[in-house]
């Protein structure tokens, strides 16, 4: 039995393939289309799935939608009327798409699919599934618990912006829910908007400032902003808000409240901006440990499940684990909208189809490694065929090479095995670093990604050295927790340092791994597993081996504004338009200075930035 979901239309298009309830394939329409957040339909996205289980769209059972058009349809004229005559401009641009194609989206996804097979139109059985249920299911089913509570928080579904749900082996039901306008996803991308950067991308870039500034304004934005229950249920006064009626996410009303305009997007970052950071991330961690909370008063489970776009939210997820109002917590790793094509065929195969769930204690997402892979051959086939000079080296002989490249602290693309699924690269498709260096975080923020220099890095340490080095003990494969540093790891700050503000204090060695240490002494972990990436972790093993720490700088593998890399062509061309200073791909070894200075590309430019 094959289920094939789909995510699509909104942000973040993807597609993903169940076959008897195991999840074989997933990923991105933006892999394939280059184009970062892409909302199309995702047909190459789709055609890599159906790849992937060896079928064409005869071979599959039922296609599942992961949002009811009709009840998101509903949703928008309602709001539309209660905001008239105001929000007759947004209106007036909505409508005609509407009317053309998203009212219609059954008879739109019957075409689509019917092109990928070859037809008119696909005949077969196609399911709509709520957008919230979704991702509850994408979140509970994969997950290896045989029960837990299920928090699911984003911007908005069809109504529901925020659910609280408990699954039993294949019963999954959403007992509560808040529904639109009030969604703490919105109440974080006004901020996003406000602080100058954009809505449903630079979520995690606010995220990434909040450590340089104070949360001055938490107290504001409690007392005027949002109603606050200590149950974690609220209300958000929509006098400050512009995103029910017109084309921003503030109002005249937010700007008197916080005395300014909001940020132009790429102007200097000022103390204003992180200390607003700052305080809507501190809002942020105050609801969501008040709704876990009430999670586990209302289900009486030891475990939770999160997905929806907020679950992105490592820090918070750090603080709710640190709380241990839960024995443990399980994220999905595609928590946004594209983590809705797995849940939407998850609750088909549970939920429509009755079937049984089988509960072993594993994580059925597998490490996230879902996307496509590529055999030595056609590496080296498709690199030859890109001009690329390489060294195919042996198992031994490529990580022995790596470290010697790490060491000599040079940034290394590193592409192995499967595309990982989700925002994060997780070393299938990753920029990897020696964090000991002072400099390394600054130099891949400005030389290599093209983006703030504030951003932090995340760090890669196998799972078993964990707790030697970060205040954490748990797995956390999908780097969605932050932890702190062990005091022992850290390094003393001189009078001078401590009383650096802002992003002054940036370029301060504050541990033994500086290049991965944010300014508040967080990072934000990913246990590497041997059993799901064998090759990331015996190279971690290596560069333990020769300098004593088993971690390393693990970014992904792009620019600012690009999709991850996806082939080896994407692997090389974005080597060759960034100061990365070796690729390694598969057993393929490729160091800068042996390429043709032909082949060399300008990436600073090439896309939009996010």
Known sequence: MRILGISAFYHDSAAAMIEDGRIIAAAQEERFTRKKHDAAFPANAIGYCLSAGETDMAGVDHVVFYDKPFLKFERLLETYLATSPRGFRSFRMAMPLWIKEKLFQKRLLRRELGKIAGS????GSLLFTEHHLAHAASAFFPSPFPSAAVLTMDGVGEW????????RGNDLQILKEIRFPHSLGLLYSAFTYYTGFKVNSGEYKVMGLAPYGRPQFAQKILDHLIDLKEDGSFRLDQRYFDYCAGLTMTSPAFHQLFGAEPRKPES?????????????????EEVVLKLARFCRQETGERHLCLAGGVALNCVANGKLLKNRIFDDIWIQPAAGDAGGAVGAALAAWHGYLGSTRIVDGQDRMAGAYLGPAFEQCEIERR??????????????ALISRTVDALVDDKAVGWMQGRMEFGPRALGGRSILGDPRSPTMQKTLNLKVKYRESFRPFAPSVRREDVAEWFDID????????????????????????????????LNVPRSEIPAVTHVDYSARVQTVHHDTNPRYWELLSAFKQRTGCPVLVNTSFNVRGEPIVCTPEDAFHCFMGTEIECLVVGNCFLRKEDQPTHLRRDYKEQFELD
Do not use: N
């Not at 529901?160 to 699954?167: A, F």
């Open 120 to 123: 008119k139109e696909w005949l």
């Open 160 to 167: 529901c912006t925020t659910s609280v749900g408990h699954g």
């Open 268 to 284: 200097p970052l000022t103390r204003r901006e992180m200390d607003l950071a700052a305080s809507i991330q501190a809002v942020t």
């Open 383 to 396: 690199l030859s065929a890109t001009g690329a000079v390489y060294a195919t080296l042996d198992d031994e």
């Open 474 to 505: 748990s797995d956390s494969p999908y780097m969605l927790l932050v932890a702190e540093v062990l005091d022992r790891r850290k390094l003393p700050l001189g009078p001078s340092e401590a009383g650096l503000f802002g992003i002054d204090r």
